[in-house]
Structures are given as structure tokens and as C-alpha cells.
């Protein structure tokens, strides 16, 4: 196996296992061990990876091989620095998920988590569209079913219309890339669905465009959620089981603001300047919108559901802001937030299996009866709301600048209404978790070891990324600066006078 | 002679094959079984024949003296009698359980099954419109039959005389249509009527057109498009379920293979004629087929009416013809992807019902997934493949039709087959959802079922079908197997031995 073929091993062989595992008739306690051993394998690989990785602009760890050569759609898989970091993330991610997730699930829910790693590593690594579409749909496969089986509440409902709401962005998607395909085509006179070489077409007029444009954006901020595609999310977060908003928040939406970047922005760089304008107002726009709906929640995962995307909203922001610190810190954000909200979720799943609520009214006196509990949920949340020395306040400082270097308005706006997430945050800390509870004392359990294990590396990301965030931007670094100077040209178009 | 014969071999030998079966019918000794034995060796000697021309270009006509230009034999062809060989297989193998199970079924059913096979295969072998008339009617005629089968249902009798009353009567439609032609052109010879068009371009072919479009009448009819639509859901309901599946899938093969030898011969330059009938018939029927498939309640009028949708995606690849001649692949290669989701769906569904005898609506699919997880993990990916999830030989299939239509310049129409596949979303995944997310409401445990049988391994080798057309070598890279390039490229050839001189 050479070095290039780990990429190919890393997403296929959680797929593999979880086929085995399904025509096996093992037990369920194997299965997660069996599991929770693959992740691990693969988070070694992962590293392995990382290690080896050269802080260049270029695709490492090339693997292309035709797939259907017709059409010229290759099997092609690649990491650079953006991918890069979001798979270390993803790796680390899932395997300490299990760790708390771990008892008390069925064999179909570990399976399915399997798959979903897959889709996402597959997704992530996809140097071709089709390739890159041919993840996409398949990773909400497992979503579904774990959404559908799991969940609780009116869950089949939710299950049916995230499907169908996020189904019918892809297909529009679908149509964008079979018809940049077909305009390829036309162009140079023989197929191909290589990113790379699509980045080349030069005949598409500027309607033609801004169509495609729109329909990559409708698919991809359907996933995030952007203003005005969030209407699936309150009912699938506070339906989903506690695995599937792990999934969904922390990993799924983190895919569509990298495609963003990964494909719409190279593709279409003319029109990604011409309404950057317009996708930061949505960005702060949401961020205010989601920021107020949050306030007003009484369920604590509808209200994490919206402060995610709240948060998403300030990603989206900074990366058309044009320029490196706004992409910087978006994407350093990507990182900050998924380790956050992935464990607030979590923490917020185990509250609501120990105690059975998840109303912030029924909840209370926590941080007696569960202080280790506290105490992490204490750091996730201050991570989320950008406290410095965390991660969190990091990337957000970098996105305001960035903002604020774009439109000095719009930057002061993002630097007031961060504060709005910092006050429903701690509002929301002092409600559920340290005022004591009217009437009788709940049950909780406060978290074994095998969960504070779990917990453990994602809080020394948390401040190691928050005193000392060079190591870790120097890998995406120079992928940023290539998109800014090679691709999109900024500073000559600015020096033209397009953009003001 | 011999190699002349060879040529010949495959469609005798399922000729010779349902009059052998016809005789052994006449004995009550045999049972089910028996037959199942014969009619599938002589199907799989006479796919054995077929394949024995695969992957060569040629095209032929054998006895010539005695033919008379009627029937080809070319590449094209061979490859619709694998499809439509394999495919009756694929019915009679997967049919195995229900066949044993319902007392209805006698040993007459394989004779008259062969029957309308031969024709089928001679439709695809038919170079002359009358030919092709008397082809399709061995073939219709048969499937008349096996609808009414059923004696059990009070539905049959509505099935059958729908179908027989309207198809018999579109029917006259395509003799009429021939007529008009060969008061035209003075011949009924498909690439004698091509030649006769290009040569008089310029003069008035009014006459043909007309004759055209009756011609189109029935084949709107037989792959039910709209018009013609209204007969399919009470047909395939009141028809056996291994019936509907062959007609959803086999015969709408067969349909094809003649018609697209017609258009891609004949027709092609003419094709500006009929574009804008046809992209609003298309875009009617893939409206309508999408509204009766959310409105159905019984699973297998879902499919039936979702068979209309699918109808409308074929249909995209037809209009796009006229301005793409790869289009021809995509739909070929369509054909075979809906033949094998069909197959395993209407196939899965009759298993079920062989057993249970009840599971007909969405309800009584609710909890498959705890009491036969593996008879509900091949449900699901045959509704993948039909609703064109990435992963399935679905999605490849779409891919193809759309990639094609758009390249031909019908962006708008594919953007609205696009919409009705979002919906199909819905009715497929709605199956899912109740095979899943709802407990069973049978109390009856594991072991009563029989899963270890013919049936299901057969539903099981189409399933793998499936995924394997819908990843090909892309994720095995490293291991040498034949590719979803190997039927792509055998389509090609196909396509190209119809220009052969």
C-alpha cells in the first residue's frame, strides 16, 4: 500500500467493516468495540498523514484513476491544506464521540455511524464533482436512518423532510455540475469532471453563471443552514438522537461551508466577488436572526440547533469577505465550532437521557449533583461563545477583522452581535445547569472516565488552539494565500475598481 | 450455413423451448417446479447462444431467401436478447416462491411466458413495420393471457379487458400508420423507408408524418406515456405481480429496442416533427405519473405508477436523439438499470406477499426491518436505485439521461425531470420509512419465514447487480473487474452496428 492509497483505505474502510458487521451476526457490545477499534485505526492513518503533510498550496496524496472513462469521471481523491485539517478534525471527532455515546445503542446505530464516516471522508477528498456528489447523497443515507429509527418525538416526519429538503438542493446541484460537464465539453471537445479542469471553462456567459452559481449555493446552504434554507433544522435537532445532531451539526453542516470553498469559489470566481457583498449581509443577517430565535427557545437542542447556525452564519460571512483573515478565520472557526457544538450536543444528549428532560425550565441544580459535567460543558460553552484563550475567540477575532477590513460597518455589526450569542450562552448556563431547581432534585450521573477520556482531547484542541494557533494555521495557510492570489486575483481586481 | 444457423439459434431455442413446455403442460405429473427447471434451461441455453456474439460488431441477415430482409441480426439486437433473456430469467428465477405458492399458477404460464419472449426477441430483430406489427403481437397477446391469470382476483377481469380492448385498438393505429407509409414511400422496409426519406427530403411527406404518428400511438401506449397512461395502474394491479414486473421491465425493453431501431434508422432527420409534441407529452407525463405515485397507498400501484415516471426519463432521451445520437446509449443503458431495480422491487414484493399473503399497502410493510432485516436491506437499496441515489446503477442511468438531454440542449426539461425525481424522493423513501421507523404489528417471530431459497438469492444477485452498475471499478480499483465502461462501450457497439452496411 503505498502512501497515496491510505487516502483510498481511510474512507473506504469504515464502509467495509460496517458491511461485514451488518451480515454478521455479532453482538452488539462487539460491534461498537469493533467500531470504536476502526475509527481508531483510522485516526492513526489520519496522523500519519498529517505528519507527512508539506505546508504547500497543491493536492498530496494523489490518487486518480479513471471511473468512467465515457464521461471522463475518474476516481480522483487528494488532500490539501483546507481538507487537511477538517479530516484530522472529523478523526478526531468521531472515535471520542463514541466514547459517549457508548452505551446503550443497537448494532444499526453503529453501523450507520460507520457509514456516515465514510460519506464525509469521501466527500471531503473528492477531487472530482461527480466523485464529490457520489459522497454527498451518500452520507445522508445512514443520517436518515439513524434520524428515522432513533430519533424521538414526530421523528419520521422530520426524517422525511430533512431528506426531502436536502435531497432537492443536491439535485439541483446535480443539474449545475452535469451542465458544467456538458459546457466542458462543448468547450475543449471531451469530458471531464475534474475540479481542476474545470476551473478552466471560460465560454460560460455571466447569466449562465450566476444560475449555476445559485444552485451550488442553494444546495450547500441548505446543509449549513444559510437564511432563508433553516426551516428543517428545529424540528431535526430536537427530533434527531443525540448521534445524528452530533453528526449533523458538528461535521455535515462544517462539508457545506468546505464546498463552498472548495468548488464555488475556483469555479465561479467572478461571481463569487460580484455578491460577496450580498452573502456577508446574509451572513451577519443570520447571525443576528439566529441569535434572537435562540434567545427565545425553551428546548435546549432547538436552541443550540440555532446558535449553531448562528455561528454558521458568521463562517459564511468570513469566507466572502476576500480576504485571508476573514478565510483564515472561517475556517479556523469550521474547526473551533465543530469541537464546541459537537460537545455541547453530547453533553446535552447525556443530560437528557439521565434526567429526561431538555427544557430549560425543568432543568437545574446540574453543577452539584454532576460538577466534572459542569465543568466541561462550562469549557465547550465558552469556546462557543469565543472566550479568549479559547479557540473560539480566535477565529472570531480573525472573521471580524476580516469583516471589518471588507465594510467597516458590516464589521462593527459582527463585533456587537457576537455578544448576543455570549449572553443567551451564559443565560442559558445559569438557568439549566447552576440555579437550583424549583421542586425536587433531579438524577444525574456525573460522567464516567471512558466519557471524560473522550472529552479530554477535544478540550486541549480547545486551548492549544486558542494560546497557541500558528501550528495549526500554518497548514491551511498557504492553500488560503494560493486561492486569494492565484485564483481569484483579488488585489488586481480591486486595483481595477470592480470591487470597492 | 452452421454460422448463419448460430445466428438464428437464441430466438429458436426459446421457440422450441415453449412449444416443448406447452406439451409438458398437458401432463398433470409435473409440477411448478418442473417447469421452472425447463423453461429456465432452455432460457439460459438460448442466453448461452446470445452470448456467444457479445462484444463482436456485425451485422447479418441469415436465409435471406427465405427472410427476405424482414429480420437483422446486428449487434444491436443480440444486446436487447440478453436484456430481455436475461430479464424473463431474472422474472421466472425471483417468481420461484410466489409461483409455488399461488394454486393459480399452472405449467401453461412458462409456455405462454416463452411465447411472448419469441416475440419480444423477434421485435427486436424486426426490420420491416409489419414484422414488427405481428411481433408485437405474439408478444401482446401472450402478456393478455398471463394477465388474467390470476383467478383469484376479482381485479383480473378489469386487468385484462382494459388491455386487451385498448391495446388491440392501438393496434390498428400502427397498421394504419404502415399503410399511410407504404402509400408513401412504396415499402415497409425500415432502411428502404430511411433511404426514400433522404432522397425526397424536399417534397411533401405529409403523408408519413401522419403514418408516423400513429406509429408513435402505440408506442406511446405500450410504455405508457401520456395519453395513454390510464391503463397501466389497473392493469398491473389486477395483473400477477411477476406479471407486472415483466411488463414494467422486459416488455418495455422489447418496445424499445424496436422503436429505437426505428428512430435511429429512419426517423432521425424527421425529428423536428414530432420535438414539440414530445417534450410536452414528457413533461405531462412526468407530471401525472408523479401525482398517481404519491396517491397511491398500495405498494405495488406505486410502482406501478412510478414505471411512469420512469417512462418520462426514457422519453427525455428520445427527444434529445434528434440533436445527440449518444442520447441512444443513455437510454439503453437506462433501460437495463430500471430493469434490474424493477426486477428486485416487484420481485421483493411478490416473496413478500407469497408469504404473508397480505403485505400489499405501505402499512403492512411497517417493521420488515426487525423481522427480515435482509429482505428490507435489499428493499432499500432497490428504492436507492430507483430514486437515483448516488451508489446505485440509478443514479449512473439518470446521470447519463440528463448529462445527455442537457448536452443536446434541453436544460429547462431536464431541470423539470430533476423536480420529479426530488418528489420520487418522497414515495420511495416513504417505503423505507415504514419498512424502518415503525415497529412491526405482527406478533409472529423470525424462523417462520423461508428465506433460504432460490427467490432470494436471486432478489440478492440483482441487489449486488445494482450496487456493483452504480460503483463499478471506481472504489475496487485494484481489483481487476469489468466496469460500468465494459456496458457503456458494449451499448456503442451496439448502437454502431445499426449503421453498418
Known sequence: ?500 | MIEQLVYLMPIVTVLIGALILMFQSMYDKYKIKDFIIVSTLFLVIALGFAIFHFGDLFTTRPFNDIFNNVIIFDTFANFFNIALIAGAIGIILIGEHYAQEQSYFKGEFYAILLFSLFGMMLLAHANELITAYIALEIASFSVYIMVGFNTEDSKRVEAIFKYLVLGSFIGAFFLLGTVLIYGLTGTTNISEIAHYVNSNYESDLSLLYIGIAMILFTFLFKIAAFPFQSWVLDVYRGAPILITAYMASVFKIAIFSFFLRAFLQDFISLSGFWETALISITVVTLAIGTWLAITQTIVKRMLAASSIVHTGYLLLGIIALGENIASAYSIMFYLIAYLLSALGAFGLVSHVIADTKVRVTYNDFKGLGQERPYLAALMTIFMFSLAGIPSTIGFIAKFYVFTEAINAGYAYLAIFAILATAVSIYYYFKLIAMMYFYPSHAETTESKYNDGRISTYMIGLVAILVIWGGIGSAIVFFIPIPSIDGILSVVELSVRSLFLK
Request: glycine share 8%.
Open chain 1, 1 to 500: 500500500m503505498g502512501a497515496a492509497d491510505i487516502l483510498s483505505f481511510i474512507i473506504f474502510l469504515p464502509a467495509i467493516v460496517a458491511f461485514i458487521l451488518m451480515i454478521s451476526t455479532t453482538k452488539v457490545e462487539d460491534v461498537r468495540n469493533i467500531a470504536f477499534i476502526t475509527t481508531i485505526i483510522i485516526l492513526v492513518l489520519v496522523m500519519k498523514i498529517y505528519l507527512n503533510f508539506e505546508p504547500k498550496a497543491e493536492m498530496q496524496f494523489v490518487t486518480n484513476v479513471p471511473w468512467i472513462s465515457k464521461y471522463g469521471i475518474n476516481y480522483n481523491i487528494g488532500v490539501d491544506g483546507f481538507s487537511l485539517t477538517i479530516l484530522m478534525l472529523i478523526a478526531i471527532l468521531i472515535p471520542t464521540s463514541f466514547l459517549l455515546l457508548w452505551e446503550g445503542r443497537t448494532k444499526g446505530y453503529w453501523i450507520n455511524m460507520l457509514l456516515v464516516q465514510t460519506g464525509v471522508t469521501g466527500t471531503l477528498l473528492s477531487l472530482d464533482i461527480i466523485l464529490f456528489y457520489f459522497f454527498w447523497e451518500t452520507m445522508l443515507l445512514p443520517i436518515f436512518l439513524i434520524i428515522g429509527i432513533f430519533g424521538s418525538g414526530n421523528k419520521v416526519f422530520s426524517t422525511i423532510k430533512v431528506t426531502v429538503y436536502t435531497m432537492a438542493g443536491s439535485l439541483l446541484m446535480f443539474v449545475a455540475i452535469v451542465y458544467l460537464g456538458v459546457s466542458y465539453y462543448n468547450e475543449f471537445g471531451h469530458w471531464s469532471f475534474q475540479f481542476d479542469d474545470l476551473t478552466n471553462l471560460s465560454l460560460l456567459t455571466y447569466t449562465e453563471k450566476f444560475w449555476l452559481f445559485l444552485a451550488f449555493v442553494t444546495a450547500f446552504a441548505i446543509k449549513i443552514p444559510l437564511f432563508p434554507f433553516h426551516t428543517w433544522i428545529t424540528a431535526t435537532y430536537s427530533d434527531a438522537p443525540t448521534g445524528g445532531v452530533f453528526l449533523l451539526s458538528s461535521i455535515m453542516a462544517k462539508l457545506g461551508v468546505y464546498a463552498v470553498v472548495r468548488f464555488m469559489i475556483p469555479i465561479f470566481p467572478d461571481v463569487y466577488i460580484q455578491f460577496s457583498n450580498w452573502f456577508v449581509f446574509i451572513g451577519i443577517f443570520g447571525l443576528i436572526y439566529f441569535g434572537i430565535a435562540a434567545l427565545m427557545q425553551d428546548d435546549i437542542k432547538k436552541m443550540f440547533a440555532y446558535s449553531s447556525a448562528s455561528h454558521l452564519s458568521l463562517i459564511a460571512a468570513g469566507i466572502f469577505s476576500l480576504n485571508s483573515y476573514g478565510i483564515n478565520g472561517a475556517l479556523y472557526l469550521v474547526i473551533a465550532h465543530a469541537i464546541a457544538t459537537g460537545g455541547l450536543f453530547l453533553l446535552v444528549g447525556l443530560l437528557h437521557d439521565e434526567t429526561g428532560f431538555k427544557t430549560i425550565k425543568d432543568l437545574g441544580g446540574i453543577g452539584k449533583k454532576a460538577p466534572i459535567f459542569t465543568f466541561m460543558f462550562a469549557i465547550m460553552l465558552f469556546s462557543n461563545v469565543g472566550l479568549p484563550s479559547t479557540n473560539g475567540f480566535v477565529s472570531e477575532l480573525l472573521i471580524i477583522f476580516g469583516i471589518y477590513q471588507f465594510n467597516p460597518i458590516m464589521g462593527y455589526i459582527s463585533g456587537i452581535t457576537v455578544l448576543i450569542a455570549a449572553s443567551f450562552m451564559l443565560w442559558l448556563f445559569q438557568r439549566a445547569i447552576l440555579q437550583e431547581r424549583v421542586g425536587s432534585a433531579l438524577q444525574m450521573r456525573d460522567l464516567k472516565v471512558k466519557e471524560i477520556i473522550g472529552l479530554v482531547p477535544w478540550v486541549i484542541l480547545i486551548f492549544l488552539m486558542g494560546i497557541y494557533p500558528d501550528p495549526f494555521i500554518d497548514k491551511f495557510e498557504p492553500t488560503v494565500t494560493h486561492f486569494l492570489d492565484d485564483i481569484l486575483r483579488i488585489d488586481e481586481i480591486i486595483k481595477s475598481g470592480a470591487v470597492k
